[in-house]
């Protein structure tokens, strides 16, 4: 059964047959290179997933909205305008986040029912979320006929997660949810939210790998260091005015800082203008299909991640190491937010069934947990 039939069954289990359904979904992502960069105004380099989020939606007439998540087997109900943050039903703050966004834009929405189901692998830097919310503003834009286009659309999702759920992150997840291609990447310029997409080699593949650890980056942690860096761009400021993010600083600017502010807020800033500058390296070493090239920087990734920015963890550096001890994966790093959640890993195409065979077992046996392998585009 396809994910939209399946959908639609569980639709008219829910609530019942009948006329205006909608269907709509949205991928998860995985980045390839630059993490933590997208909410200092740097670039990112996403690919979506083969794994989505669906929603399927059918108007009220009223101004009621019930939600049903499958994959939760749960429900929940709120009135139009009078939407709040849950702390029970956490997976329902991203649909009425996007209610949210799209009332304060000004879109005209009534009541719905909504039925709800996916397979992006949750808390595991995948971003089931913003599969979620790119997912649900697609059903709504449907259903009410909405005059919205994707970059707009990506924007709501975003709305959703920073005013709503108070995460304070970039344009990445919900750029690459609502515009990904498959078989494809996207390069994205944070600062003005340009893009362009890339061609990934057929020869080389990217699979990523569940650490068995879900992610434990909370919003708290997260803004945490959205606040450190921009710490750092208060001290640059001071040596060179121009700068108005981390984008604009370079490694000659963090030495001129460095020593006359905390080593942690040095190094939260090393690994941004270092990250920056290896995603422009990627792209250039993609153009040229270079995979060595690219695998290297995505294993320097991890440890600026690693040592510099805080956000690994004893399981993904494990998982990293034996998967970069083999003699043929190119790099590998955590990918998403990090603390938990997933590895992202280059490797030739065939050699895809020694990695599946070979990488979870050396992991279990240094770490004694189970590792989920998921490849990015399913063969």
């Known amino acids: 059964m396809t994910g939209e039939a399946e959908i639609l069954s569980i639709f008219e289990h829910i609530y019942g047959v009948g006329e205006g359904v909608v269907v709509a979904s949205a991928p998860g992502r995985v980045n390839i290179i630059g993490e933590h960069t997208d909410y200092n105004e740097g670039y ?39 939407q ?15 209610v949210d966004a799209l009332r304060r834009r000004g879109y005209d929405i009534g009541g719905a029912d909504l039925a709800i189901k996916g397979d992006v692998p949750q808390s595991a830097g995948l971003s089931s979320s913003a599969a979620l ?19 707009e659309l990506a924007y709501v999702g975003k709305s959703a997660e920073n005013d709503f759920i108070g995460l304070q992150s970039g344009i990445m997840d919900q750029f690459c949810a609502s515009l990904g291609k498959r078989g494809e990447a996207l390069f994205i310029d944070c600062r003005d939210n340009s893009y362009r997409n890339l061609k990934l080699p057929w020869w080389n593949t990217l699979v990523a790998v569940h ?12 803004n945490e260091r959205v606040a450190q860096c921009r710490e750092g761009v208060a ?52 153009e040229l299909n270079v995979g060595s090239k690219l695998g290297a920087l995505m294993y320097e990734s991890h440890v ?38 997933c590895t992202i890993n280059l490797l030739p195409i065939h050699n895809l069934r020694d990695f599946v065979e070979e990488v979870p077992a050396l992991y279990r046996e240094a770490t004694g947990l189970d590792a989920v392998v998921y490849p990015v585009q399913p063969q």
Request: net charge positive; charged share 30%; glycine share 6%.
């Open 44 to 82: 990112v380099l996403p690919t979506p997933l083969g794994h989505h989020t669906w929603v399927a939606a059918r108007s009220r007439g009223d101004s009621e909205f019930r939600l049903y998540a499958h994959d939760y087997r749960e429900r929940y109900s709120f009135t139009l305008g009078e």
């Open 84 to 98: 709040r943050f849950s702390d029970k039903t956490r997976w329902a703050n991203y649909v009425m986040g996007v």
């Open 133 to 151: 919310e790119v997912a649900t503003a697609r059903a709504l834009k449907q259903l009410f006929k909405l005059d919205i286009d994707p970059v």
């Open 211 to 222: 650490t068995g650890i879900n992610r434990k980056l909370d919003s708290s942690a997260y």
């Open 235 to 286: 001290a640059l400021r001071r040596v060179r005015p121009e700068i108005s993010s981390l984008r604009d600083a370079t490694a000659e600017d963090l030495e001129a800082i460095k020593g006359k502010v905390p080593d942690l807020i040095y190094r939260r800033c090393r690994h941004v203008v270092s990250e920056n500058a290896r995603v422009l390296s990627a792209v250039e070493a993609m």
């Open 304 to 341: 600026s991640l690693r040592d510099d920015y805080g956000v690994s963890c004893p399981e993904l550096d494990a998982l990293v190491k034996v998967a970069m001890d083999t003699d043929y994966v190119l790099g590998a790093r955590l990918t998403g937010a990090g603390f938990g959640g």
